[in-house]
């Protein structure tokens, strides 16, 4: 861990993080995503055996954090499996190993709440976020995801007689 890592510590999140938390993930997509977020603050409230949430701070303030919710069951699984739903490091803040120290802190975490992996989906095109999975030690997962349109309408089935 680098000198600057080592001065951090991962907690769980609060509340009071919204703010800042919308403002660092903010700083990653150009857009306020405080409906996403309110949202999953508000649900882990509710269920809290269902989500692990960390921040990381130095300083006293909150430089980073991870959102998971935990799965039971989908999949086929028989084992809990944790989704990584969303992670970001303050702009100030990257490239000084805090997003591994972040990802150690929610490792920890999970392992307490009883969960032996973590997953995780990232566009094909967002190099950066698959260099960061990729030295965290993430690896291709063996499943494919599908996606299609919701709005428009399957086609009309081709009738072979």
């Not at 999140?13 to 919308?22: F, S």
């Not at 990802?103 to 975490?109: E, H, I, K, Q, Y």
Request: glycine fraction near 10%; charge should be neutral.
């Amino acid at each position: 861990m680098s000198e600057t890592a080592s001065n951090v510590e991962t907690r769980r999140l609060r509340p009071a993080d919204l703010e800042q938390v919308i403002a660092i993930d903010a700083s990653h997509f150009g857009q306020a995503r405080r409906a996403f977020f309110e949202k999953r603050l508000a649900n882990a409230r509710e269920n809290p055996e269902d989500y692990v949430q960390v921040g990381i701070d130095r300083g006293g303030a909150l430089v980073g954090f991870a959102f998971t919710r935990i799965l039971r069951g989908e999949f086929g699984r028989d084992e809990p499996i944790a989704m990584l739903d969303s992670i970001g490091v303050s702009a100030g803040s990257r490239e000084q190993g805090l997003g591994h120290a972040l990802m150690d802190g929610l490792a920890r975490a999970l392992r307490k709440a009883g969960v032996g992996s973590l997953q995780s989906q990232a566009r094909w095109s967002d190099h950066a976020l698959l260099r960061f999975f990729d030295a965290c030690g993430f690896n291709l997962a063996p499943r494919l995801m599908l996606e299609r349109s919701a709005v428009r309408p399957l086609p009309e089935p081709v009738d072979n007689e």
